[in-house]
């Protein structure tokens, strides 16, 4: 038997406030053969524009691989090749590893926001942007 590669998949809630508005990921976990194909998909039901796609290594910070603003795809300029990502319909989004190596042991993390501040500029390091309250004084 070969080396085995650990895929690792939060599941994520947003709007907690909201019962049954979510997004979820599959699979939750996968271990993989070297050299396999790997498809993790992620789906919102909050009406969503934007979805985004985090890899977390050792670090303790997620990195952006890949955003969509509607289906408009946007790539973070260091994400690897390997890695590829769809969005047939706006409720529905999936992250691809073309060949699993040691190098995509991760745990991959999806998100979504309802909008962003600068349409449809986010800067190169994602940070949440959401409409600004104006000031009561």
Known sequence: MGPRLLHCVAFCLLGAGHVGAMVIQNPG??????????TLSCSQNLNHEVMFWYQQKLSPAPSLLFYYYDKEFNNEKDTSDNLQSSRPNTSFCSLGIRSAGLG?????????SRDTELKPYLPSVHKPLFP?????L
């Open 104 to 112: 995509d042991s991760a745990m991959y993390l999806c998100a979504s």
């Open 132 to 136: 600004r309250s104006k000031s009561l």
């Open 29 to 38: 976990y996968l271990v993989t053969r070297m050299g396999k194909p790997v």
